[in-house]
């Protein structure tokens, strides 16, 4: 039997999201050289819910867009016969911008890797800076976040599942860990 540990709440998520709003603003001194960019799906929402604040904060609406990593993915052979594409929707010249990438949670690296695998496709930004609301540790590749809401070490056996109103009817973060067979409770 799995057990779930809430480790943020809703008031906790809102806290994060004020944070890391405020520290892409000092790090890049203000909002004017900025553009985000959530990867799809809970990254694109974190990455809305960051230009809101900004938005709020500085009274700067940030250039937003939204990035599909699907053919970009180094695991997608073997797991499905025809991918389920998205959209990439990035409506401004990333070229010159400070990017900032946003995404859920940061395990081994590789989906980050696609993104900006990706995102070189589409121009030549200033600098890609990466935001995530959750790492998790265990990295197969050299990849480390800029910005971090939560930093939740874990073992193999533990997930992450960051839950988002778009998309759960509730913001938390929760901490699975899933026993296996024969482990003694």
Do not use: C, W
């Amino acid at each position: 039997m799995d057990t779930t540990q809430s480790i943020i709440d809703a008031k906790g998520f809102e806290r994060t999201i004020t944070r890391l709003s405020h520290e892409i603003l000092e790090r890049n001194k203000g909002a004017e050289t900025l553009g985000i960019v959530g990867i799809r799906t809970r990254g694109d929402y974190l990455a809305r819910r960051i230009a809101q604040a900004i938005l709020e904060g500085e009274q700067v609406a940030v250039p937003f867009g939204t990035l599909d990593i699907t053919l970009y993915r180094d695991d997608l052979r073997g797991r499905l016969s025809q991918p389920m594409l998205k959209t990439t929707d990035i409506l401004y010249d990333i070229t010159g911008k400070n990017i900032i990438l946003v995404d859920d949670v940061l395990f081994t690296g590789r989906t980050i890797r696609s993104a900006l695998n990706a995102l070189m496709d589409l121009g030549r930004p200033a600098s890609i800076q990466l935001a995530v609301f959750v790492d998790r540790g265990h990295r197969e590749l050299p990849i480390k976040a800029d910005f971090v809401g939560k930093n939740i070490p874990t073992s193999n056996d533990q997930e992450i599942r960051v839950l988002m109103a778009e998309t759960d009817h509730e913001d938390a973060v929760l901490l699975i860990t899933h026993q296996q067979e024969g482990d003694a409770q």
